[in-house]
């Protein structure tokens, strides 16, 4: 789930006004994200990089990078030589 469009709770109403605030969300190429992943707007996920299923992503998730949690956290890295050799092949999925 995305979601790119959030209340503004610094309008002229409480807890929020009328107005909507929206942020994008950018997902690079050959990103792997788990089942039940939910991604707020604003948030930028780098190129190759996989999120568990189930996560919350509330910060940019670097290139090549897993990570996963409430919020996702970055725990390990793909091999760069690797992944870059098998793009470079042509070598999807």
Known sequence: ??????????GNAL????????KDIVIGDNVWLGSRVLILGGVNIGEGAVVQAGSVVVRDIPALSIAGG????????????????????????
């Open 70 to 93: 409430h919020p996702a956290i970055v725990f390990s890295k793909r091999d760069s030589e690797h992944y870059f050799s098998l793009k470079e092949q042509q070598k999807f999925h």
């Open 1 to 10: 789930m995305m979601i790119t469009e959030n209340h503004n709770i610094n």
């Open 15 to 22: 807890p929020y006004d009328e107005t909507s605030i929206y």
